[in-house]
């Protein structure tokens, strides 16, 4: 624990702690969002359970599965066909707001469901799948700042 020879002293710690204050949520927002579009990645390919509000992932049709076959895309990998979804997820950080979401169009159809396709959610269960993970992580980072210790790289939270 810091301690501190007088109020002035801990008035210049508070000054410096406010000066840095951009950064440290900055540098967390975009750790926070780097675990959820990791989430986000390693669901493509990979039949999810329901978690939180989010269903779970139907089987593919076994027309789709003979399609993909035929087209030689791994089967049994939903979402998962050349590769492109998959490369198209990524991040947006500025300040301490996060987007995390992929380029490719086709993921808002996968993600919402169509009258033909059922939902296969990938950023809701990623981003609630990871809470726990990040909530740590914005602890540790916060509690490293405010004793005035290295946040860049604080002890971080294990993948949940």
């Known amino acids: 624990m810091k301690h501190f020879d007088s109020f002035g002293a801990f008035a210049a710690h508070l000054t ?12 967390a927002t975009d750790r926070a969002a780097a675990i959820i579009e990791e989430r986000a990645k390693d669901e493509i390919g990979q039949y999810q359970p329901a978690v939180g509000p989010y269903p779970a ?36 950080v500025s300040g301490t707001e996060a987007v995390i979401g992929a380029e490719d169009p086709k993921i808002v159809y996968h993600e919402l469901g169509t009258d033909r396709i059922p939902p ?13 993970t990040v909530r740590k992580l914005l602890g540790v980072t916060t509690a490293a700042w405010v004793a005035g210790n290295s946040w860049v790289r ?7």
Do not use: C, I, N
């Open 57 to 92: 992932w139907p089987p593919l049709a076994e027309s789709t599965e003979a399609r993909k076959a035929s087209a030689g895309y791994p089967v049994g990998a939903p979402l998962l066909a050349t590769g492109e979804m998959y490369g198209s997820v990524g991040r947006t």
């Open 120 to 132: 296969r959610p990938v950023f809701g269960p990623a981003a609630f799948g990871a809470r726990d």
């Open 154 to 160: 604080p002890r971080a939270p294990k993948q949940e």
């Open 16 to 27: 410096r702690l406010a000066a840095k204050a951009p950064a440290v949520m900055h540098h």
